[in-house]
């Protein structure tokens, strides 16, 4: 263990307090700001229900009477042939009601999100992984359904299995999707005529997404083949259709609904379809409600996770460490279907220059077939696996020059009027991640840490201190365009309390508390008089996912056009009714001004109401701008970019290979934030998740493509005592979206997750001290003890890893 003791005559230096100002609410259209409204930190709407225990997930909601319940049967296999399922024994226990097989589908056995027709909700004829459910045990009790499953008695034949990408490339597996091609200029030239050049390897491993709720679905049966399905999942609309399909009935006769998840992070953006689905074919099997809900072994062995990648790169660069030319080759454990991959390995390419500028480039996926899991939407969505190869490349020039990490990072960042178009040839309009690197290095000290950490090493035997500040540049919109669009629904009753729908998700986020701020900052209302209802494609159809940081931008836009519509209506009647000019009409939080009178809010919807004036409307919000040709490569597949970047003071423990953060300064570009203390939350968050991902998480199958890390015994995910021993988090201020966004604000929930690379690079900088700064230690991820200790021993026997020089 990292023993503080072991650091006596090193002090961390005293910290600015970087605590957070907040921006003021900000007033737009000559409307006072609401107190709590928009641009204000309004606490969650579900805040005090989380606190008390009152908050329902799907695993609370009171069973409906007659209520079944279902449980899974697993392959055992990764890759075989089924030659027989006996399921005697499982349909014979006490209390098993029925067992299901893809032969008791109505409809389609298939449930791939892309229609890749490759992903058979229960398996047929032969498996593609250990884990891939086989069948169903629908039971009177969850206990029996269990029990019954671990019987069934299946025999299999062996088919080759494929696990790693290793594998995968040397015995020539498909791709589950197709390659892309990035390129802009003639990288091959580039590096050719580049004064110093390097090529090398990068290693990133995947993610558990280990959300506290797992996945869950009650579904009940109605009349005439209705089925409401209540769902922990993050897109509503595609598990709707998803049931549809498997149930072999139309859309409308489905609804879906989430009123929150416990968490979901992408993984129950297309995972929660397996449990929903399976649930709807319970109940219209036995015509009684269904209840489906995994323990974490079972979610763990089921369901996908982040993508590890192996990235092999070549770079050219001056001696001034300006990069020349870059070719990048992302190759992807994408497990055994399509699943999101594709979109998942393009938005690695797309986040593969990070913040910088690649003169001459060629970027190539490969999205490789294995017989693991089926890897699935993460925050970032591949964003931080191309990010963390461009931050190895910064690295490795800066030990190539003898460079300062950050001096070379701001040389190479993208430029405003020049140097600022991308590999997709995408322009850069504001980039400002120099101006914020600039600024938080400022701010932290980053200089004089330096030094005082390089002096501090060179006497200390068994400890070792490391930092390093990186940057994030995120592009923020669904590259897939047409999920850019969003709806809603606000209803406003004649006691002047006001009911939000929208299509997003709430799971812990504060989504719906940034909708319920739009809402009463237009109307001029407290926070009691606005209710969010749960998401539910009864109201609010034909959704996109709560993902791609996209939750806010698009739904509250939806909301303001719903609500705007409204507001248009009332000032269009108060100007009639009180005989002023409808510009005399204003929302405020004290009532209504009509010319010299202020009315209270509900003495005008009641007086509205009686006039016969609607009350109720939709909105709609599609994002302008974006475009994407993957054919081409090129487009522009964002309408903004976050910015943001972190500083990241560690410390290692040469005889353990141990590492603690000691101190983290994150400066976040979050434009005119819609709440502050629900953002600087989300970036917090973000941050522990990301050096989780790079430091501790480490997922791993036998050679029998077992999962042997499948519950939280076995898979270690960061707690209170993993986070960083100084913490300061800041928004930068003054930065209004340039782009027209809800109220200027820009995305939070995955850019922020970018910031534990600095956490990586701050443990590769303590361990490059073994060999006097000389080499790059080129750390893979995640930078477990044993990891660290290979890395450190190898620097110390043979002065680390030589560049491959032309």
Aim: net charge negative; glycine share 10%; proline share 5%.
């Amino acid at each position: 263990m990292v023993d503080p003791h072991r650091t006596a005559g090193y002090q961390t230096p005293a910290q600015p307090d970087l605590a957070g100002t907040q921006p003021a609410s900000v007033q737009q259209g000559g409307e006072p700001a609401v107190v709590g409204g928009a641009s204000s930190s309004l606490r969650h709407e579900s805040a005090h229900l989380h606190v008390a225990g009152g908050a329902r997930y799907v695993d609370d909601m009171p069973l409906p009477a007659g209520a079944v319940h279902v449980a899974l049967g697993l392959s055992s296999k990764a890759h075989a042939r089924i030659k027989h399922m006996g399921l005697d024994a499982v349909a014979a226990y006490p209390g098993v009601i029925c067992v299901l097989t893809a032969k008791d589908i109505p409809g389609h056995n298939q449930i791939s999100p892309v229609g890749a027709g490759d992903e058979p909700l229960l398996a047929e004829d032969e498996v593609f992984f250990c884990g891939q459910p086989l069948f169903a045990v629908v039971a009177q009790t969850r206990h029996a359904a269990r029990h019954a499953a671990v019987l069934a008695q299946v025999e299999y034949e062996d088919l080759p299995a494929v696990l790693t990408v290793e594998q995968a490339r040397a015995q020539g597996s498909a791709l589950v999707c197709r390659s892309l091609e990035m390129t802009r200029g003639n990288a091959q030239q580039a590096l050719a005529q580049a004064p110093c050049k390097l090529a090398g390897q990068l290693v990133v491993g995947g993610q558990e997404h280990f959300y506290l709720e797992g996945q869950a679905a009650l579904a009940w049966p109605g009349e005439d083949g209705e089925m409401r399905v209540c769902s922990s999942t993050q897109h509503p609309t595609e598990t709707q259709h998803m049931v549809a399909h498997v149930l072999d009935c139309p859309n409308n006769l489905v609804t879906v609904e989430v009123r929150r998840m416990g968490g979901g992070f992408g993984g129950k953006e297309t995972q929660a379809n397996i449990v929903a689905c399976l649930a709807a074919l319970a109940a219209t099997h036995t015509g009684r409600p269904a209840k489906l809900r995994l323990d974490r072994d079972d979610d763990m062995l089921v369901t996908g996770k982040r993508h590890d990648f192996v990235i092999d790169y070549s770079v050219g660069f001056d001696k001034q460490g300006q990069v020349l030319g870059v070719d990048m080759e992302l190759a992807a454990r994408c497990g055994w279907s399509a699943d999101l991959s594709g979109p998942v390995t393009d938005r690695a390419m797309f986040h593969a220059d990070n913040a910088y500028y690649y003169p001459d480039v060629r970027l190539r996926s490969i999205p490789l077939r294995t017989n693991t899991q089926s890897n699935t939407a993460f925050r970032g969505f591949g964003g931080p696996q191309g990010a963390a190869a461009a931050e190895r490349i910064m690295e490795e020039i800066a030990f190539a020059t003898g460079l300062d990490p950050l001096d070379v990072r701001l040389r190479n960042v993208y430029g405003t009027t020049e140097r600022n178009v991308t590999p997709y040839h995408m322009t850069v309009e504001d980039s400002i991640a120099g101006e914020v690197m600039t600024q938080l290095a400022e701010d932290c000290d980053y200089r004089k840490r330096r030094e005082q950490i390089r002096a501090f090493n060179r006497t200390s035997p068994h400890m070792r201190r490391g930092i390093a500040l990186t940057p994030v540049k995120f592009g923020i919109s669904f590259t897939a365009t047409h999920f850019n669009q969003a709806g809603a629904l606000v209803h406003v009753y004649t006691d002047g309390s006001v009911q939000v729908n929208h299509g997003g998700t709430e799971m812990g986020q504060g989504l719906h508390t940034k909708m319920v701020q739009i809402a009463m900052r237009e109307f001029g209302l407290p926070q009691d008089r606005v209710r969010i209802t749960a998401t539910t494609t009864g109201k609010v159809p034909n959704t996109s996912a709560t993902a791609a940081s996209s939750g806010a931008d698009l739904n509250g836009m939806a909301v303001l056009a719903a609500v705007r519509t409204i507001k248009d209506r009332l000032v269009a009647f108060a100007a009639t009714h009180w005989q002023v000019p409808p510009e005399q009409v204003r929302f405020t939080a004290a009532g209504v001004g009509v010319g010299e009178a202020l009315v209270p809010f509900a003495t005008l919807v009641n007086a509205a109401y009686m006039a016969r004036v609607s009350l109720s409307s939709t909105g709609f919000y599609k994002t302008p701008k974006i475009s994407w040709d993957a054919a081409t490569g090129r487009g522009r597949p964002f309408y903004y970019f976050a910015y943001g970047a972190a500083c990241a003071e560690v410390a290692v423990d040469l005889l353990t290979g141990e590492n603690r953060i000691e101190r983290v300064d994150i400066l976040h570009d979050a434009g005119q934030s819609l709440n502050p203390d629900i953002d600087i939350g989300q970036i917090e968050g973000g941050f522990v998740q990301g050096a989780g991902w790079l430091t501790m998480e480490e997922l791993f199958w036998d050679a029998a493509g077992r999962l042997r890390t499948h519950a939280p015994s076995t898979y270690k995910i960061p707690a209170c005592s993993d986070r960083p021993r100084i913490f300061n988090v800041r928004l930068l201020q003054n930065a209004p979206n340039r782009e027209d966004t809800i109220f200027r604000s820009k995305a939070v929930g995955e850019p922020p997750f970018v910031h534990g690379l600095a956490v990586l690079h701050g443990i590769s900088d303590a361990l490059a001290s073994l060999d006097e700064y000389r080499t790059c230690p080129r750390l893979n991820a995640p930078a477990t003890p044993e990891q660290i200790l290979r890395v450190a021993e190898r620097l110390r026997q043979h002065g680390g890893v030589k560049d491959e020089q032309a």
